[in-house]
Structure formats: structure tokens, C-alpha cells
């Protein structure tokens, strides 16, 4: 509706209307909110929940093709007599990774995002819905490939662990450094194919501690198993630790 | 590319303002961007037109105020510019840096009739 003369939409006007600069000020409302307001808070709400559970949750980021679903099949292979695990993986369309998950019995949800670009904390704690009552140790979310967006949105987990393959440039710290910088994780992947690649290893670790100083970082391949009893030891660890504090806040 | 996400939310949020304080149309609204907060000002603008359509904020001014980002050492605690997370600190060269403004993405208010 015209505001100057109150004449409706699809009427003609037959008058001049004043530049806008000359109409008199309109009210202002203050608003101040934060536009990723909604996502944390839901992200808060999830934390709650995963703390109340004593479930450890990591989100795993990186570029699509660097291994993530490879990483799950294995860890969860290797480790699933001592951990239960459950696993949310996030792609736009399909559920092959939630069906490559499932194939080493370990429950999996798919969450298709459709165009979306990133999870957020209100998918999360929906796809949680799926695993109600199941003991669960650790919940592995498996974001959508892409190493810009996910970065912005808190899912309400412990960690983003990033994963980053060697047959990619050993740059892309300083590419994508916000991802780089929320991780706090660094899993260097494929290492076993560095003898046929020109990929400087420890550059790119200069390159990620130069975006993170406190970045932890581990190298290791699925395929020969190189590097994993490390990653296994300091998931066992961090479980450790995450149960005596749930002990602790139980008492 | 998530953009086009937090404009949609950016209009639900200004929309309901105006709503909520018996507004019939905004004639503008102001939104804080970081350098820091991982957004693309210009993506903001290119996503808004299309947002705001059939909404009250339909037609209305866009107005984005960017923050710079800025830093201190954790090392040496010197201040610095920080816009990407790549810098280093200009007195020591540590990486280790604080943020202390420049993640801002804030919906700071409308003028409405």
C-alpha cells in the first residue's frame, strides 16, 4: 500500500511522490539481535542434552572427497566392541553414506539438507529423535562437504574435527581459514598416497597452526592403517575424560 | 553460500519487530557484519530483494554496517587490525591472537511507518 496517499496496490498513482529524503522521519525500532541467535540457542539446547547424556559429539568438516565416511567405516569398525557409536551424516541428496554407516552396524540417520549448504543445530537435535534410548558413548556428525558454511554453525558439539587429504593443496588452511580456525581438531588423510604426490606435509601443518596455534593434529590413512592407533588412543582418552565428568556433575 | 539462509532469517526477525510494534511498512533496516563473522556483505544485498519480497520489508533500504576486525596478542598483547584469521601479530609475529571485534552479524534496527 502507498503510504503518501493510501491508495492500494495495483491503483494508478496520479500524483507526485516525494523523494523519500523528504518525508519525515519514520520510527525507529531497535532490535539488536544476533542473526545466528536462533542456531545457538538450539545449539545450547543441544549441548544440554549431549552433557546430560554423557555423549561425546564431534562434528567432522572438511571439502567433499577427503574421506570422512571412509574415516567412520574404519573407526567405527575397529572400535565399535568397545564404543557405542551412532552417526548423523549430512548431504544434500542421497543416503549412501547413512547406508555405508549402517553396513558396519553401527545406527545411522541421513539428514539431506536439499540445497542447503551446511547442518544446523535444529536438524541435529531432530535427527537425534532417531536414536532415543540407545546407550550411545559417541555421536560422530558427518557435516555436508564444504569447507566455508558449516564453519558458522554450532551444532552443540564438544569439537569440529577437520579433516584435510593430502591430495589436496597443503594451503588450504590460509584458503578456508575460519574452518581451519573453529577446528580444533586436524586429521591429515590418504597419507599413504604422499610418495606419488608433491604435497609438503609439514608446510601444511605450519599453515594450520599458523591459522590455530592450539590445532592438534594427526596423520594417518584408512587404507594401510597408518597413523590410526594414535587417533583411536585420544578418542579413548577423550571419552575417559568425558565420563569422569559426567560422574563428577552426577554427584 | 549460506547468505541467502541468514537473509531469510534476517527479514523473519525485522519483520517480526515491526509487526510487534504496530508497523504497516519498513522503510529501512540496519544490519552490522563483521569481518570476522564469515559473510559475504554483497551476497547479503544480492539475497535481500528477493527475501523481502511480499513482506513489510518489501522495498526498503538495506543498510549494512561493516565492523572490522580486531585482535590482540596473546603473546605480546599488542593490538592489531585482524580481518582474516591468517594474520600475523605486526610486533611479534605470534599467531596466537584474541578477537575482540569483527565476528559481529547483528540485526541492529528498523525504521518503520
Known amino acids: ?251 | 553460500m549460506h547468505e541467502l539462509g541468514l537473509t531469510q532469517h534476517l527479514v523473519e526477525i525485522a519483520e517480526g519487530a515491526a509487526r510487534k510494534n504496530g508497523a504497516t511498512q519498513v522503510r529501512s533496516v540496519k544490519v552490522e557484519i563483521g569481518a570476522l563473522a564469515g559473510v559475504v556483505p554483497e551476497s547479503v544485498e544480492f539475497c535481500f530483494e528477493a527475501c523481502s519480497r511480499g513482506t513489510l520489508l518489501e522495498g526498503s533500504r538495506l543498510e549494512i554496517v561493516f565492523i572490522p576486525g580486531r585482535g590482540r596478542c596473546y603473546d605480546c598483547h599488542a593490538e592489531c587490525a585482524l580481518d582474516t584469521y591468517t594474520v600475523a601479530c605486526p610486533a611479534c609475529g605470534g599467531f596466537s591472537l584474541e578477537r575482540l571485534q569483527g565476528e559481529e552479524l547483528r540485526v541492529v534496527e528498523v525504521e518503520v511507518d
Not at chain 1, 549430512?90 to 549448504?117: F, H, Y
Not at chain 1, 569440529?160 to 573453529?182: Q, R
Open chain 1, 1 to 251: 500500500m502507498c503510504t503518501d496517499c493510501g491508495c492500494g496496490p495495483s491503483g494508478h498513482h496520479h500524483h507526485h511522490h516525494p523523494p523519500v529524503a523528504e518525508l519525515s522521519p519514520g520510527r525507529v525500532v531497535r532490535i539488536e539481535e544476533d542473526l545466528l541467535a536462533k542456531n545457538n540457542r538450539l545449539a545450547a539446547g543441544n549441548r544440554r542434552f549431549f552433557q546430560e547424556k554423557g555423549l561425546l559429539v564431534y562434528n567432522l568438516v572438511s571439502s567433499p572427497g577427503s574421506g570422512k565416511t571412509t574415516l567412520l567405516e574404519r573407526t567405527l569398525s575397529d572400535l565399535q566392541h568397545e564404543v557405542h557409536f551412532a552417526v548423523l551424516e549430512g548431504d544434500q541428496q542421497t543416503s549412501n553414506d547413512a547406508e555405508r554407516i549402517a553396513a558396519t552396524g553401527v545406527p545411522a540417520v541421513q539428514i539431506n539438507t536439499g540445497s542447503g549448504c551446511h547442518l544446523d543445530a535444529h536438524m541435529v537435535g531432530h535427527g537425534m529423535e532417531n536414536f532415543a534410548g540407545l546407550p550411545l558413548d559417541i555421536l560422530m556428525i558427518e557435516n555436508v562437504g564444504n569447507l566455508v558454511c558449516p564453519a558458522s554453525f554450532d551444532l552443540g558439539e564438544d569439537a569440529k574435527i577437520a579433516l584435510l587429504s593430502v591430495t589436496e593443496g597443503e594451503d588450504k588452511p590460509l584458503k578456508y581459514p575460519d574452518m581451519f580456525k573453529a577446528a580444533d581438531i586436524l586429521l591429515l588423510t590418504k597419507i599413504d598416497l604422499l610418495p606419488y604426490l608433491r604435497f609438503d606435509i609439514e608446510q601444511c601443518k605450519a599453515f594450520a597452526r599458523q591459522v590455530n596455534p592450539q590445532v592438534r593434529i594427526f596423520e594417518l590413512s584408512c587404507q594401510s592403517g597408518v597413523g590410526l592407533s594414535s587417533w583411536y588412543d585420544w578418542l579413548r582418552q577423550e571419552l575417559a575424560a568425558k565420563r569422569r565428568t559426567a560422574r563428577d556433575v552426577s554427584r
